[in-house]
């Protein structure tokens, strides 16, 4: 989305008034099923963007490049997988209390990469799914929730609608991103 191009605007006066945000913040679409392509989709609304009843935005200030991460993690696979095992037609604050989300802080590399991966996939201008930062993405997002290869394999095959090229392209980055972080693992002389 791109401000610049928008025709309205709100003047900066009346718009201190009726609360246009001044930040950016995430935002996840309300209505949704679990037949769609993906279920869960979030993004960065820009500030001075203002939205309709059917997306929810982040509400406290949270630093971009965390909103970037939990962006990158609320747009898994994963995350559309658990989401889709509850959901009728509305994604409710409800559910997204219950989901799952690791927990990283900005000092752990995989902070970084997500956040990284995020600003590649916004500034790209392929297709996100064509873009091989998507499927890291998921692969990273994946071993970040704890699954084993065959569980990711699982929970690709309920994805029929997307693109078998972009789900293998997936797991094999996660196989990839697995063996590092075994070596890596191993080498602090974690198990």
Sequence with gaps: MSLDRC???VSPPLAATVGVP??????????????NRLTLIAAIVPARAVTTHTLFCL???LPLPAQQVLGALLNSFVANYLIRMRVTTHVSATLMAL???????PAEPAFDRLAHLS???QRGRSPVEAMPEYAELQALAALLYGLRRDEFEHILATFPLIPSAVRDAALDDFTRLHSSWATEARRHGGS
């Design 119 to 121: 600003v590649a996939l």
């Design 22 to 35: 001044r930040r950016p913040r995430l935002a996840y679409r309300d209505v949704a099923s679990a037949g």
């Design 99 to 105: 989901l799952p989300v690791p927990l990283l802080v």
């Design 7 to 9: 025709r309205f605007d």
């Design 59 to 61: 509400r406290r200030p």
